[in-house]
C-alpha cells in the first residue's frame, strides 16, 4: 500500500468537512500558531485530533492540541499533550521549521500552564 493509499484509508467523510473548516476560518494557522486569537479553539481541537491520528508522531497536531486544550479549559489535557510534545523533542531532532514554529508556542503554553506536569 503506498503512502497516498493509506493517507486516504486514515481520512473520512467528517474529515472532509473538519478540512473545509480549517480552509475557511480566516487566518487559521496564523491565529492558532502566532497570535494566539483563533475565534473557534474546537476547530483547532478537532483539526490537531485530525493530524494526531494520521501523524502519530508529528509534533503539529499534538502542539495544537496543547493552545486548543487550554483555550477549551481542558488544563489536565493540555498538560498531557504538552508532555507530548517534550516526549517528541527528546525522541527526535526538530525539522528546523518545526523548531521556528513549535518551541517558542510550547514555552508560552508551559508558561500559561504554570510549567506543565513531568512524567
Known amino acids: 500500500m503506498s503512502t497516498d493509499d493509506e493517507l486516504q484509508s486514515k481520512v473520512g467523510d467528517t474529515d472532509g ?12 494557522f496564523q491565529s492558532l500558531l502566532y497570535t494566539n486569537t483563533l ?9 490537531g485530533e485530525f493530524l494526531v491520528r494520521i501523524f502519530p508522531d508529528d509534533i503539529m497536531g499534538h502542539a495544537m492540541l496543547v493552545r486548543a486544550h487550554r483555550h477549551l ?7 498531557y499533550e504538552l508532555n507530548q510534545c517534550r516526549e517528541h523533542i527528546k525522541t527526535r531532532e526538530l525539522e528546523q521549521w518545526e523548531a521556528d514554529d513549535f518551541l517558542p508556542l510550547l514555552a508560552e503554553e508551559e508558561r ?5 506536569t513531568r512524567e
Open 39 to 47: 475565534p473557534d479553539w474546537n476547530v483547532a481541537k478537532d483539526f
Open 17 to 28: 468537512e473538519l478540512l473545509s473548516r480549517v480552509a475557511h476560518t480566516k487566518d487559521f
Open 112 to 116: 500559561l500552564l504554570g510549567g506543565g
Open 73 to 79: 479549559g481542558d488544563l489536565e489535557r493540555a498538560r
